[in-house]
T-cell receptor, first 115, second 108 residues
Framework: DTAVSQTPKYLVTQMGNDKSIKCEQNLGHDTMYWYKQDSKKFLKIMFSYNNKELIINETVPNRFSPKSPDKAHLNLHINSLELGDSAVYFC??????????????FGNGTRLTVT | SQQGEEDPQALSIQEGENATMNCSYKTSINNLQWYRQNSGRGLVHLILIRSNEREKHSGRLRVTLDTSKKSSSLLITASRAADTASYFCATDGNQFYFGTGTSLTVIP
């Protein structure tokens, strides 16, 4: 069984479009995250949700909006896509807000290409 | 920033050799974690070392932590081709901070 699953795996779209990436975890974790990995493999946190509440927003443009219908799901909606949004987006989850409690469990990523 | 920075950026070794990767960070931590990322996949947690620990082992992995130097090292002994991946350190806080990783290639 996949612990953290995200869809789609690949997403190719044109500038200006709106798209969503979905994430689900079946680990019973209470905190979920979105990370962006650029072409140099730098992994930067975008959002963190604990018990359906946003607890971190790391200077991400407001074109990006996370939505968490319940603590097992954290979706990422992106409006007005730009070329610079091309990257691999990873969903992750953990038990507790602090890394002291448990490590992160990652999905396999969504490669977004904006043309 | 608080992120970990791995060194070297790339490492190529023969199967059976040991691989050592280093991580430096800038602020105080509660723990430091190492992750592996295979090509096209998400990161997988390898090992966590707490700030009051100096060394930790897990199978062929050995992690050291020197809080006075704000550095950690990951040693993979008797490397295998399947160890080919990128390795990241992550430091804690209220969130996880990652670097750009060390790309390890193990040549069969």
């Amino acid at each position: 069984d996949t612990a953290v699953s995200q869809t789609p795996k690949y997403l190719v779209t044109q500038m200006g479009n709106d798209k969503s990436i979905k994430c689900e975890q079946n680990l019973g974790h209470d905190t979920m995250y979105w990370y962006k990995q650029d072409s140099k493999k730098f992994l930067k946190i975008m959002f963190s949700y604990n018990n359906k509440e946003l607890i971190i927003n790391e200077t991400v443009p407001n074109r990006f909006s996370p939505k968490s219908p319940d603590k097992a799901h954290l979706n990422l909606h992106i409006n007005s896509l730009e070329l610079g949004d091309s990257a691999v987006y990873f969903c992750a989850s953990s038990l507790g807000q602090s890394s002291y409690n448990s490590p992160l469990h990652f999905g396999n990523g969504t490669r977004l290409t904006v043309t | 920033s608080q992120q970990g920075e791995e060194d070297p950026q790339a490492l190529s070794i023969q199967e059976g050799e040991n691989a050592t990767m280093n991580c430096s960070y800038k602020t105080s931590i509660n723990n430091l974690q190492w992750y592996r990322q295979n090509s096209g996949r998400g990161l997988v947690h390898l090992i966590l070392i707490r700030s009051n620990e100096r060394e930790k082992h897990s199978g062929r992995l050995r992690v050291t932590l020197d809080t006075s130097k704000k550095s950690s090292s990951l040693l993979i002994t008797a490397s295998r081709a399947a160890d080919t991946a990128s390795y990241f350190c992550a430091t804690d806080g209220n969130q996880f901070y990652f670097g750009t990783g060390t790309s390890l290639t193990v040549i069969p």
